[in-house]
């Protein structure tokens, strides 16, 4: 059974700082893996999508890399502003037909 | 496109009640999926269709749970009778393609609170 694993469970940052949120998965017989980001009230909206043949996916100020060797999957943010304060989740996509989500990271970034 | 939509967005029910949550998924996606979410639990698939058949319902927790989709275009999630412990924010999800390759599209969420 997949199991997804983010930490840390909260971080705050000054703005400016660059950080990288970590994503771990035990199944490395994963199709993909996907970014999404969660807004207090609000629903997921979707990142960066990689593919298990990728090594990684840049969106703007947004990298997120995948390593399925090791089992991991990080999310690079450059120079944090405050509108990137949320609640970020990874989840794995296995050949079991399941998503399965890690317990996210809820990051501050302060002014 | 305006995304996945769900209905109602607040649903404050008493205990025995029957709850009918609605979604409409992106025009032209082949998969629809419906997940619950908690403080507890965090993020559950419940259910998921392939072009408005339902493919696994392992994560359904009990038989109070249905979900149906008559047409690409609607699908429902009902709970009869409700419970407190159901009290959760219920997620739609549509992709273009399945767990293999396609990306994730959620809707706002139904928040359902059960008196």
Known sequence: KQEVTQIPAALSVPEGENLVLNC??????????QWFRQDPGKGLTSLLLIQS??????????NASL?????????????????????????GNTNA????????????VKP | DAGVIQSP????TEMGQEVTLRCKPISGHDYLFWYRQTMMRGLELL???????PIDDSGMPEDRFSAKMPNASFSTLKIQPSEPRDS????????????????????????????
């Open chain 1, 67 to 91: 390593d399925k060797s090791s089992g991991r999957s990080t999310l690079y943010i450059a120079a944090s502003q405050p509108g990137d304060s949320a609640t970020y989740l990874c989840a």
């Open chain 2, 9 to 12: 967005r607040h649903e404050v």
């Open chain 2, 88 to 115: 959760a924010v219920y997620f739609c999800a549509s992709s273009l393609g399945g767990f293999d390759t396609g990306e994730l599209f959620f809707g706002e969420g139904s928040r359902l609170t059960v008196l």
């Open chain 1, 53 to 62: 043949s990728q090594r990684e996916q840049t969106s703007g100020r947004l």
């Open chain 1, 24 to 33: 771990s998965f035990t199944d490395s017989a994963i199709y993909n893996l």
């Open chain 1, 97 to 108: 037909g399941k998503s399965t989500f890690g317990d996210g990271t809820t990051l501050t």
């Open chain 2, 47 to 53: 259910i998921y269709f392939n072009n408005n058949v």
